[in-house]
């Protein structure tokens, strides 16, 4: 069984930054790949960042460039670090390993 906890959600202004961590249970982290997908009210969960087991990253073409995916497999964490929001960054973010998933954790960009 493995379990994912994300935090570092909350809301920020336009602009600014905001660094989500995933912590993961389970011995098996090493070896997946890891992705943060987000859902915003009303639209369906799109994939934001994927990080391969040997750390190759991808990204959604609208978070090029200000977001940044990295895992730590000595720790079990993936982040997902944010800069230059913006208000259609607002959404529930949620960490996922294979099947699993996160609870989600919210992040509102407004003045």
């Known amino acids: 069984q493995v379990q994912l906890v994300e935090s570092g959600g909350g809301l920020v202004q336009p602009g600014g930054s905001l660094r989500l961590s995933c912590a993961a249970s389970g011995s098996i982290f090493g070896i997946w790949a890891m992705g943060w997908y987000r859902q915003a009210p009303g639209k369906q969960r799109e994939l934001v960042a994927h990080i391969s087991n040997g750390g190759s990253t991808n990204y959604l073409d609208s978070v090029k460039g200000r977001f940044t995916i990295s895992r730590d497999n000595a720790k079990n964490t993936v982040n997902l670090q944010m800069n230059s929001l913006k208000p259609e960054d607002t959404a529930v973010y949620y960490c996922?390993?294979?099947?699993?998933w996160g609870q989600g954790t919210l992040v509102t960009v407004s003045e």
């Open positions: 996922n390993l294979a099947e699993y």
